[in-house]
Nanobody
Framework: QVQLVESGGGLVQAGGSLRLSCAAS????????MGWFRQAPGKERDFVAA????????YYADSVKGRFTISRDNAKNTVFLQMNSLKPEDTAVYVC????????????????WGQGTQVTVSS
């Protein structure tokens, strides 16, 4: 049983920045690979970024590479997504997820999901 709670979303102008946080209730958080996905209305949930359990491996969708950075603080049971140079097309509900396996980019590889936080980027 793992509960994930995202925070940090909001409204930002194009070119601005936001930092999302995902806090996990599970004390064994450090054993999980973590990921961020995003979903716009009427669309499927798409992969954004992932990080391995140790933090040594990361992977990004091409659409966010160079702009977003995923990181984690296992001592605080928290994963972050730093989003810079935001674009209107980044607008979506951002959801964090935990995987009991290795770092993954596929939705079905994740075991637990948060409720999501809204990010809106205005032009």
């Amino acid at each position: 049983q793992v509960q994930l709670v995202e925070s940090g979303g909001g409204l930002v102008q194009a070119g601005g920045s936001l930092r999302l946080s995902c806090a996990a209730s599970e004390r064994t958080f450090r054993r999980y690979a973590m990921g961020w996905f995003r979903q716009a209305p009427g669309k499927e949930r798409d992969f954004v970024a992932a990080i391995g359990w140790s933090g040594g491996s990361t992977y990004y969708a091409d659409s966010v590479k160079g702009r977003f950075t995923i990181s984690r603080d296992n001592a605080k049971n928290t994963v972050f997504l730093q989003m810079n140079s935001l674009k209107p097309e980044d607008t979506a509900v951002y959801v964090c997820a935990a995987s009991m396996g290795a770092i993954a980019v596929v939705r079905d590889d994740y075991d637990y999901w948060g409720q999501g936080t809204q990010v809106t980027v205005s032009s």
